[in-house]
């Protein structure tokens, strides 16, 4: 059986990066058949294994033999509620839960095959993609893992929105999130992640999020055009007349939707108490990969989105270059 904490080993020290036993790739091909979150367009995506020093990279089949992109935060083109990445035509979006996956399971080489632009949304976590590779276990390859020491401390904060990252060097890597709506169902969440945290059970199913009150603005604005009651928490902050519910639950196509005393839908079942929080820690997880290396960093996240997220991985890519 795989154990999540296998996917990380002991550090040796090695100049300006740190070597962690062997790089990784799946054994086998994975193939998933959902729809896109915000586009609502049917796509088939196929995760192959590939050779040692790939990287992670997209293939557009539909666009031809040609149209890779490489998973790097030098791409990002988009974050609202997303991330996406765009080079020389080639288009991807909302690869986050999928990269958070291929990070915290130690999967460094992989081809993703898919025939259009959105990866499918799934159950709105990551969960789908831990219960086909975890069960087979990766394939090390001849080739070692390296890791980056962060140099300096990278702090960045956006005064508009209040969000802030700081990431100060350290000896492994490690993330806490603090997440505040100033919603009184939520409250401040906090979610933490390190090299001891069992991902596959506390993190992966944790699923994307939306106030009830956004949902008419995000559907008149063609975002979540895939989102159903099947792949969302849903907040309700205050009572909604019957009619609003009537009205929303035909656009999800459902017979009947309720607020439950807690506040939240009655569409789906928390798994934790905090599983928003653990949600936007996935996203930091999935946006940080996009670096294209680990980096030994303590990461303290507030109220973070793609959007900082992204800004502070090309932060920390430009250190990189300026050290190498």
Do not use: W
Request: hydrophobic fraction near 40%; glycine fraction near 4%.
């Amino acid at each position: 059986s795989f154990n999540q904490k296998s996917c990380f080993s002991f550090y040796l020290q090695n100049s300006n990066t740190k070597i962690v036993s062997l790089i990784r790739d799946m054994k086998r091909e994975y193939k998933f058949i959902g729809k896109g979150l915000h586009s609502g367009l049917a796509v088939t995506m196929v995760l192959k294994p590939a050779p040692a020093n790939t990287g992670i990279k997209f293939h557009r089949i539909d666009l031809g033999e040609d149209a890779y992109i490489e998973a790097l935060v030098d791409y990002v083109t988009y974050t609202q509620r997303s991330t996406m990445l765009e080079h020389n035509n080639v288009k991807i979006q909302t690869l986050e839960h999928l990269m958070a996956t291929f990070y915290a399971l130690g999967v460094d080489n992989a081809i993703v095959e898919i025939d259009n632009f959105e990866v499918p949304i799934l159950d709105g976590s990551a969960l789908p993609y831990v219960a086909a590779i975890a069960p087979d276990g990766l394939e090390e390859q001849d080739a070692p893992r390296k890791y980056y020491d962060l140099k300096e401390t990278i702090s960045y904060t956006n005064e508009e929105t209040g969000s802030s990252i700081t990431l100060t060097p350290a000896d492994k890597f490690s993330v806490d999130v603090t997440i505040d709506f100033n919603s009184k169902v939520l409250g401040v969440q906090k979610a933490s992640f390190d090299e001891n945290t069992d991902f596959i059970k506390e993190i992966a199913p944790c699923r994307t999020f939306v106030f009830f009150h956004e949902l008419e603005f995000l559907f008149k604005n063609n975002l979540i055009k895939g989102g159903d009651l099947e792949n969302a928490v849903v907040i309700v902050e205050n009572a909604v007349p019957d009619e609003e519910l009537s009205r929303m639950a035909s656009l999800f196509n459902v017979e009947k939707i309720e607020r439950r005393p807690e506040g939240y839908l009655d569409n789906v079942k928390l798994h934790f108490e905090n599983e928003c929080a653990r949600h936007k820690l996935l996203d930091v997880l999935g946006d940080f990969s996009l670096m294209g290396i680990r980096v030994n960093a303590k990461v303290e996240a507030v109220k973070s989105g793609h959007r900082i997220n992204t800004q502070v991985a090309k932060l920390v890519r430009e250190q990189m270059i300026l050290n190498s």
